[in-house]
């Protein structure tokens, strides 16, 4: 995007997004205790796509007009929103901090310019080399310190955490390429809707179904389904469309450190040392991977392909 207003502008989206996504791991956190992963995600996928429906319908947006696109909001949601949240919400409820949740999220810009550099044949700078590694090993170092030391980490949270580290990058880069360019209120409609017809029939599988009301829980569903579902992704869906599938992706290098900072005060969960060498690590990393990622003004970038 060129212009100091429009980079401003999209500074200041990518912030806010950046803010208000870190703080849906820790407000997953909050309602937990209450609640089984895929019956929280059925509530707030729900609740979200009845307000956005009601949304829609009152503001008179209009709706995609061809199947595909239907099936690709619906792939990519899943994904985006169903795959990710299920690794995350049960990293979460198997004992898994929030800052350590997000530290391994914070990888997925990676893999998306390891996906747009593979679908755009782009030439391989050394420096995105770089901080891929440097990625690998801030992520490595937390988790590899977290299992030694007992705090709270296992293979099956871990596992887990990167169940959703997938559902996010295949579901950010499937978006991008396949984006019908419909209003962000639809896509939000039609990603919740599928996403909570799938976690819903998670809930009646693996989960008991059971679910005790309490305020603490209310809150922390509201926050997710409107705070985190409506508005944080609201705000993705803008900044991909104002930049690059790689671009984007560098924004969620920052969801750690908001998260971790978030949790110390809600939660009493103060970062350790090896999570702090952690994002130390993901900081140095996303000033390599921008400084690489730059394009220069004369230089051809080769376009996702869309339908």
């Known amino acids: 995007m060129n212009g100091g207003r429009g980079s401003l502008k999209v500074t200041l989206i990518a912030l806010v997004f950046v803010a208000i996504y870190g703080s849906?791991?820790?407000?997953?956190?909050y309602g937990l205790p209450y609640v089984e992963p895929f019956t929280y995600l059925t509530v707030r996928f729900s609740g979200t796509a009845v307000i956005l429906f009601t949304l829609v319908l009152c503001l008179r947006i209009p709706w995609p007009r061809t199947r595909s696109a239907y099936v690709h909001l619906a792939l990519s949601g899943v994904l985006l929103q169903g795959v990710f949240s299920t690794g995350v919400f049960y990293a979460l409820y198997y004992g898994m901090t929030p800052a350590v949740s997000a530290l391994i999220i914070a990888l997925q810009p990676i893999l998306v310019w390891l996906m747009v550099s593979v679908a755009t044949a782009r030439r391989v700078r050394p420096l995105s080399v770089v901080a891929l590694a440097g990625g690998?090993?801030?992520?490595?170092?937390t988790v590899y310190q977290g299992l030694a030391s007992s705090s709270g980490l296992t293979p099956t949270n871990v596992a887990f955490d990167f169940l959703g580290l997938?559902?996010?990058?295949?579901g950010q880069f499937y978006y991008q390429m396949k984006n019908p360019g419909t209003h962000p209120l639809v896509n939000g409609f039609v990603q919740s809707g599928s996403s909570a017809v799938v976690m819903l029939l998670g809930a009646l599988v693996f989960e008991t179904g059971?679910?005790?009301?309490?305020?603490?829980?209310?809150?922390?569903?509201l926050w997710m389904a409107v705070g985190v579902s409506i508005g944080a992704l609201s705000l993705l869906f803008v900044l991909m469309r104002l930049e690059s599938a790689d671009r984007v992706?560098?924004?969620?290098?920052?969801?750690p450190i908001v998260a971790g900072l978030i949790a110390w005060p809600m939660l009493g969960q103060r970062p350790t040392l090896a999570e702090l060498a952690g994002f130390a690590v993901i900081v140095a990393s996303i000033v390599l991977f921008n400084r690489a990622g730059?394009?220069?003004v004369n230089a051809e970038r080769p376009p996702l392909t869309r339908e």
């Open 24 to 29: 849906g791991f820790v407000g997953g956190r």
């Open 136 to 141: 690998v090993l801030g992520v490595a170092l």
């Open 166 to 170: 997938a559902g996010l990058s295949t």
């Open 210 to 221: 059971v679910i005790h009301w309490t305020g603490q829980l209310v809150l922390s569903e």
């Open 249 to 255: 992706a560098s924004y969620f290098y920052g969801v």
């Open 294 to 296: 730059r394009v220069p």
